[in-house]
Structure formats: C-alpha cells, structure tokens
C-alpha cells in the first residue's frame, strides 16, 4: 500500500484535507428521537459525564473513554485510550455477531493515546494511521482466540496489502496472534474466487476475481525484473507472509477482520471488499476504520468510480455501525458522535474550563441520545444549543 498511496496522495490530497472529520451531508438523517432535558450526573472512568438528554436513557449509555479530547493530551499520553476502544468494540461485534448481522463498521480516531498521542488538530500521515490500526487489530484479534470458534485460522486477518501482512507477521510473533490466519484482501478474494464459493454473483454483480488497482501490474512487474533469476524482489512484500487458506479448515472463516482498507489506498480495495463478502456471506466482516462515510456519502463521484458507487447500495448502506467514535469541531464548539451497538447515537459536547494551573478541565455532556445516525449539521446545531444553554 505505501507505493500506492504514493500514487493516490497527489490526487486526493486537496479534497481529504478538508473532509477528513467531516461525515458527508449525503448521510444525513432526521432525527427521530429527542429526550427531556433533565440533567443527571454519571461517571465516566473516574471522570463526570453529564446530560441535557433524558436521565433514563443517558445513566444506561456506554460513556465515552477518558483522555479523548484535543485539550487532554497530558492525560492520554500516559493511559491506554486505544485498549478502551477495543473494549467497547469487542463487546458490539459480539452483539452484533449475536443478532445476526454480518455487515460491521469500527470507526475511531487511531491514533489517540499513548507517548505519542495525536489528536485531528495534528500532523499526521496515512502511515502512522495504518500503522496503528494493523497494531490496534493485532492486539483486537486475541479477544476473540479465546473462543474455540474463532481458533485453528478460523479469524481471518486481511490487510490491504502484502507488505503490510508481513509486517504485522514479523511484528506478532507471538503464538496468540499466530493463531489467526494473515492474509490480504487480494489473496482472499482470489482465493474465494478460485474455489468457486461465491454463490452471489448475478445477484450482486460483485463476482469475479480481484480488482487489481492502477499501477499494481507495473510494480509488480517491475519487482519481478528487479529480482531476475531468483524471481519477485519482493518490493510489494513477502509471499511467504501469507497462511494457506484451505477450504474445510481454516475457510470458510467464522470472523474476518479487515485492516483499513481504501481508506488512503486504492478505492479497489473497496470493491474487493464486496466480492470477499459474497463469495462468504455468513462470514461477519469487520472493516475498521475503513472510512465508509466516504464510500456511502459519495466522496468518490461515480462518473470515475463507477465499479465503488455499484457498492454502495447494494452493499455499504447494510453495514452495522457498532463502534463509532468521531471528534466534531465547528463554530468554535468541539464534540463527539458516538455509538456502542446497540445502543443509540450520542451526541456530546465538550463543555472546556479553565483548570488548575491554567490546564483546561474537560467536561463531556450529553446533548442528545438519538436512535437514528444525525446529519454532520444535525451534529454542530446540538453543540451550538448546548453550549448557548450552559
């Protein structure tokens, strides 16, 4: 993926630059649900959480992780705000997995917490993010290792591409990460191709083997020249990084976890995404942070992506969001949506006051609790209210 994102960098620079917190308008949907105003108290890991929504509702809501806001810093760089993540996360798959639905998003900020914390307001690449999510799964994937469903190859790790794959492998050598089975997106949906399980295709017009990116073919090519007699040089990663899949052992899988894809690499990876789905539908595939608001909002015109908008509906408007967790920040104001499936959406406003010493003390109130996604402006005008109401 990195020589890719070399590629794809120049052209969608300008655009993701300004979108990159933003949840397209084209998402936007009516509130349906509001609550009372009646304020309650609640604790929030040692920290006060408050709302403006109904006190019922807001004192059963997974809170929000502590040390997540931009004036924080101090306080996550020394916990483990990401391990909190995927506590939550853990717990929705499962429910979600347990309700039957196949189709799973994860979205959160990657790179929160820890020596190195960033928050949106900092200087970041796609690198260190996909670094982080590949190390945020790694460490996600044993949760589930437990269960003797989930073992023998049977949790699928796909990364978006082989060097990442290798990476990961080098990276967790451990027995409990070695457990699951390490592969891409393009090895699996070949693979699922190839042995003929995809029953959906002229439903879903998602058949056929992998959609190679731009550019693929050329590095390929130019790394087998590179490696002359003793064949690929291994510019695009280590072949032997990659687990057999074999059918009636380690496939079908019973979980894939998907490690970022499209998300600053080739849109194919979305459309790969689909075929791997319906060559498996019972598979549950999780996608993190795979940046789907993009994909289902129509960042990508469909005049030159037309294979990635055939997707969309058919097959990303089903996805279940069970772990949300996206910073806000507009007219002055900062703010979080948020949702643990299968609860409802929060909205909460970061009420920030001076502190002792000057530091500021962050409290998160809870503005509405909502049973259905609200629009990017439905967001902001809740935090204006809130914040005028104070």
């Given at each position: 993926?990195?020589?890719?994102?070399?590629?794809?960098?120049?052209?969608?620079?300008?655009?993701?630059?300004?979108?990159?917190?933003?949840?397209?308008?084209?998402?936007?949907?009516?509130?349906?649900?509001?609550?009372?105003?009646?304020?309650?108290?609640?604790?929030?890991?040692?920290g006060?959480?408050?709302?403006i929504a109904?006190?019922?509702?807001?004192?059963?809501?997974?809170?929000?992780?502590?040390g997540?806001?931009p004036?924080?810093?101090?306080?996550?760089?020394?916990?483990?705000?990401?391990?909190?993540?995927?506590?939550?996360?853990?717990?929705?798959?499962?429910?979600?997995?347990?309700?039957?639905?196949?189709?799973?998003?994860?979205?959160?900020?990657?790179?929160?917490?820890?020596?190195?914390s960033?928050?949106?307001?900092?200087?970041?690449?796609?690198?260190?993010?996909?670094?982080?999510?590949?190390?945020?799964?790694?460490?996600?994937?044993?949760?589930?290792?437990?269960d003797?469903?989930?073992?023998?190859?049977?949790?699928?790790?796909?990364?978006?591409?082989?060097?990442e794959?290798?990476?990961?492998?080098?990276?967790?050598?451990?027995q409990?990460?070695?457990?699951?089975?390490?592969?891409?997106?393009?090895?699996?949906?070949?693979?699922?191709?190839?042995?003929?399980?995809?029953?959906?295709?002229?439903?879903?017009?998602?058949?056929?083997?992998?959609?190679?990116?731009?550019?693929?073919?050329?590095m390929?090519?130019?790394?087998?020249?590179m490696?002359?007699?003793?064949?690929?040089?291994?510019?695009?990663?280590?072949?032997?990084?990659?687990?057999?899949?074999?059918?009636?052992?380690?496939?079908?899988?019973?979980l894939?976890?998907?490690?970022?894809?499209?998300?600053?690499?080739?849109?194919?990876?979305?459309?790969?995404?689909?075929?791997?789905?319906?060559?498996?539908p019972?598979?549950?595939?999780v996608?993190?942070n795979?940046?789907?608001?993009?994909?289902?909002?129509?960042?990508?015109?469909?005049?030159?992506f037309?294979?990635?908008?055939?997707?969309?509906?058919r097959?990303?408007?089903?996805?279940?969001?069970?772990?949300?967790?996206?910073?806000?920040?507009?007219?002055?104001?900062?703010?979080?949506?948020?949702?643990?499936?299968?609860?409802p959406?929060?909205?909460?406003?970061?009420?920030v006051?001076?502190?002792?010493?000057?530091?500021?003390?962050?409290?998160?109130?809870?503005?509405?609790?909502?049973?259905?996604?609200?629009?990017?402006?439905?967001?902001?005008?809740?935090?204006?209210?809130?914040?005028?109401?104070?």
């Amino acid at each position: 993926m990195i020589m890719q994102l070399l590629l794809c960098s120049a052209i969608l620079a300008s655009i993701t630059s300004c979108n990159a917190f933003r949840s397209p308008s084209s998402l936007d949907i009516p509130r349906t649900t509001t609550f009372s105003k009646t304020t309650t108290s609640l604790y929030v890991f040692g920290g006060p959480q408050k709302s403006i929504a109904g006190s019922q509702q807001s004192s059963s809501l997974s809170p929000l992780p502590r040390g997540i806001s931009p004036f924080e810093k101090s306080l996550s760089k020394n916990i483990d705000v990401q391990g909190e993540f995927r506590k939550g996360a853990k717990r929705a798959i499962d429910a979600a997995i347990g309700d039957g639905v196949t189709k799973i998003e994860i979205e959160f900020p990657p790179l929160i917490g820890g020596s190195q914390s960033k928050s949106q307001f900092d200087d970041f690449d796609n690198i260190q993010e996909l670094d982080k999510n590949k190390d945020w799964t790694m460490l996600l994937a044993p949760m589930f290792l437990g269960d003797v469903d989930y073992q023998k190859g049977k949790t699928w790790l796909i990364f978006p591409d082989l060097k990442e794959c290798e990476l990961a492998k080098q990276e967790w050598a451990g027995q409990r990460y070695q457990e699951a089975t390490f592969t891409t997106i393009e090895a699996a949906t070949n693979h699922l191709a190839k042995s003929g399980s995809n029953k959906n295709n002229d439903a879903s017009g998602g058949g056929g083997g992998y959609d190679a990116p731009w550019g693929a073919n050329l590095m390929s090519g130019l790394s087998n020249l590179m490696g002359g007699k003793d064949g690929d040089a291994g510019l695009l990663g280590n072949q032997a990084a990659l687990d057999p899949i074999v059918e009636g052992e380690n496939s079908p899988a019973r979980l894939w976890l998907v490690v970022q894809p499209g998300n600053g690499g080739p849109v194919e990876d979305w459309v790969n995404c689909e075929k791997m789905s319906d060559a498996q539908p019972d598979t549950p595939v999780v996608v993190i942070n795979g940046a789907l608001d993009k994909v289902k909002g129509g960042f990508y015109p469909a005049v030159f992506f037309p294979k990635l908008a055939a997707t969309v509906d058919r097959f990303y408007k089903k996805f279940e969001t069970t772990f949300y967790l996206k910073p806000f920040s507009d007219k002055g104001l900062y703010g979080w949506l948020y949702r643990v499936y299968p609860e409802p959406w929060q909205v909460v406003w970061e009420n920030v006051k001076p502190g002792k010493d000057g530091n500021a003390e962050v409290e998160y109130v809870i503005v509405d609790v909502l049973e259905k996604r609200p629009s990017y402006a439905d967001v902001v005008s809740l935090l204006v209210k809130a914040s005028q109401s104070k």
